[in-house]
Structures are given as C-alpha cells and as structure tokens.
C-alpha cells in the first residue's frame, strides 16, 4: 500500500465465511477508487479465498500470521495496526466480533482490532441463529459503545437455507460506508451538510489530577457522550476539535482530537483552539486539584497518611462562557446531577453564562458510563426533556438541534 492513496488507506481484515469471496469485489472496487487496501486474511477466511486473489486485487502483500519473522522484520504487527486510516472487517464472522468485543488478541486479525489507534468499520456476516444470539448481540452493543461503526447485514436468503438478517452488505454498500467513514473534514466540508464551514469544539472523558508519580484522582466519566456529540458534529459537516481527557475509546472519522490530562491543560487546549462557532463542554472536570504535586511516589511508612491540600480547578464553561471576541456563538455545558437536576442545572446557566445547559440524572442506572442517556436541554427561557435515548442517538439529536441554531 503506497503513501499516493490520497483518498485514503484501508486495513481490510476478511474473515473466514461464505460471504469472504464478497471481500474481493470490495477490494476491486476500493482500488478503482484510488483507496490503498492492505489485507489481513484469518486462518479460516483462506478456506474461502486465497492469498494470491487478495493479494493481485489490492496491489499489496497480504498478512496472515502474527508469529512470521519476515512479516514482523518488514513491518511489525502494531505498525500493521496503524499502518492505514481505516480498519475494516468484512466478512465479520460472529468468533471476530466476539474477540473484539473481549478484547482477545490470539491471531493476527484480533490482535489488530486490539492494538489499532484507528476508526473500525465491521461489516458483519453470519447465520441468521448466530446472528440473533444473545451472545453475538451482546458483543456488537459492546463494540456499538466502544465506537465501532458497522455496516448491514443485510436481511434475507442465507447460503444455508436459512432466512433473515445475517447476510454480509453488497460490496458497493460496504464501499459507501467506507468512503464515508475516511472522508476526512475538509472533504466534508467541501460536500456540504448543515455544519459545513463551521468549527465545533467539544470536551469529554474525565480529567486526571496527579498526587505524586504514579497516584492522582479522576472520575468514572466514559467520554462516550462527548465522543458521540463529536461524531455526530463531523456528520453533519463540522470542523470538529475534540479534547479528551484520559479514555480508551477510538477517535470518530473525521474528528480532530487533542489528549489531555489536566483541568488546567484541557482549559489551555480549548482556548488554543478558538475560535469555534460551538462549543460543547461535555468533559467531566475535577473541579479540585492536589496543590503541590509529590515530585517522588509517597510511601506508606512516612509517619501515616499524607495530608493533601486542594486548590480549585479554572472553570473551563465559565471561562470559555465568558464574553469576548472568541465566545462561541454557542456555548453549551453538562450537568451530571444526582438529585433535584432541573433546578440544580437551571442555577448552573445562570452561574457559567452558558446559552444551553444539558443536564443528565446520574443516579439512574447505565447513564454514567453507561450506553444510554436521559437529559434535559435547559435554555434561558425554557426546559425541554428528552426521552432516555442510547447517547449516539442524544449525540445526533443534540447535533441536529445545534445545526439549526448556528444556521
Ligand atoms: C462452510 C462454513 C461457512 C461458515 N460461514 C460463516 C459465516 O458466514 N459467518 C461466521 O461468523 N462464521 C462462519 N463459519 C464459521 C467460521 O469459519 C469459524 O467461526 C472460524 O473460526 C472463524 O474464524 P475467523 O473469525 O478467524 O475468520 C463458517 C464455517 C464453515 C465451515
């Protein structure tokens, strides 16, 4: 896969089904395109199609096993993780996903969706019984939460007989998906959509503050929340900044995102990146921080527990809702409340000067760390409440809403 592939680079793991000979179609239809394709085929997929049609298809050497000394002194297995912008599995057999959701890493494809720092698109591919198992739709809500996007399947006649959903998309879908998810923002920008033009910056994840070397306070904050509104920004054609604070999730197609660890360090990222059209402050900041950091790891036989001294954070909202030339037109906060939240984050727009508040009940089960999410949008002059929705659906919601605003 050579570096000219400016429309992109695609890892394609092919996995071992039926449908694994669709891979070749996509293969052909991705390099007529102009996208570089290095494969992975799994053990099982080369019961299905062979090495050499991958390989005279994507113009590029295929990969198949992670103990090979030629493969690791070319280009070791976490270099091959990152070696392009995209990850995409198709077919996605129910044992890929059910690696990946576990985070198995026992092949050369699984240790990929492990190691990769990239955005993943699964196409999936099985039995129509596999594919409603419990298990595998447990393992595809895990994937759905930790970002990965997915594409089909399909529904209808199966290679076995069999009828329903579990069918791998056709190629030319796959494709779509494909070029959608590598598109970066200037190419959306350049396509349109409501948010074309315009710059988002958006907070998530928890911030972490150090006590000493190796100890310091964080929060139980996902960052899903955040990464979803972000996503669904990119979606609509925004220019998105997103600064996170410390979360293992992948970063969305076409998002800009800056890793940070400290209040004080998020609150520095954020004004680095104005100006913004939106700002949208979904970051769970520790409002507190250890006033002198320890310089050497503490120890527990030093005369008893240390004595730590807090001093207050900066106000990220406050600060960034605070007139001035770089404002964001629109500057949006979250409330994570456990108890009376209308009133709690009516006070909190009041207090930070920000245009909308959303404020979300914390207490109730799966919301904080959780894949779902119900809020309130809290205005000035009104309070709408939302019903509780998964937070890719909140995130599209909320994007849709800031559109029209900002339009
Ligand atoms: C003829 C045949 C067809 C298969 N088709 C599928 C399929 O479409 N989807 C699937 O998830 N597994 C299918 N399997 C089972 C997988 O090949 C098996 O789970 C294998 O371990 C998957 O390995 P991989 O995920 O590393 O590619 C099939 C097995 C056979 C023998």
Redesign the pocket.
């Known amino acids: 896969m050579t570096d000219s592939t400016p429309l992109g680079r695609v890892l394609l793991i092919v996995?071992?089904?039926?449908?694994a000979y669709k891979a070749l179609e996509l293969t052909r239809l991705l390099r007529k395109a102009g996208v570089g394709v290095r494969p992975i085929l799994?053990?099982?997929?080369a019961?299905?199609v062979t090495a050499l049609s991958l390989a005279a298809l994507s113009e590029d050497k295929v990969y198949s096993d992670l103990f090979s000394l030629t493969d690791e002194a070319e280009m070791g297995h976490i270099e091959l993780s990152r070696s392009a912008d995209l990850v995409v599995v198709a077919?996605a057999?129910?044992?890929?996903i059910a690696?990946a959701a576990n985070g198995l890493a026992g092949?050369l494809?699984s240790t990929t969706l492990l190691a990769t720092d990239k955005p993943v698109l699964m196409a999936p591919?099985?039995?129509v019984r596999?594919w409603l198992h419990p298990a595998t739709q447990r393992n595809l809500a895990t994937l759905k939460a930790d970002g990965v996007l997915f594409v089909g399947p399909d529904e209808g006649a199966m290679?076995c007989g069999e009828f329903g959903p579990g069918r791998l998309a056709e190629p030319p879908v796959i494709f779509e998906a494909i070029m959608a998810a590598l598109e970066g923002p200037a190419a959306r920008s350049q396509k349109g959509g409501p948010l074309a033009g315009k710059h988002a910056l958006v907070t998530a994840g928890p911030t972490f503050e150090p006590i000493d070397p190796v100890r310091g306070i964080t929060n139980r904050s996902s960052g899903r929340q955040g990464y979803a509104i972000a996503g669904a920004l990119a979606r609509l054609g925004a220019r998105v900044t997103l600064v996170s604070g410390p979360v293992s999730l992948p970063t969305p197609p076409g998002v800009d995102r800056v890793d940070v660890e400290t209040a004080r360090d998020m609150l520095a990222a954020c004004q680095a990146a104005l100006p913004a059209d939106v700002g949208v402050f979904v970051a769970a900041v520790a409002d507190w921080r250890i006033d002198e950091v320890f310089g050497v790891k503490l120890k527990k036989d030093k005369g008893g527990p240390p004595a730590l001294t807090f001093v207050e954070n900066p106000d990220i909202l406050a600060t960034l809702s605070a007139s001035g030339p770089k404002r964001p037109k629109l500057v949006i906060g979250f409330a994570a409340e456990t108890n009376d939240v209308e009133a709690h984050a009516r006070a909190k727009l009041a207090r930070k000067g920000c245009d909308w508040i959303i404020a979300n009940d914390v207490t109730e089960p799966g919301v904080m760390g959780g894949d779902e999410n119900a809020v309130l949008l809290i205005s000035k002059d009104k309070t709408e409440r939302w019903t509780r929705a998964a937070k890719d659906s909140v995130a599209h919601d909320l994007a849709q809403r800031i559109a029209e605003s900002l339009s």
């Open positions: 996995g071992g089904g039926i449908a799994t053990k099982s997929g019961e299905f077919p057999t129910a044992d890929l690696k092949d494809a591919a099985m039995n596999m290679a």
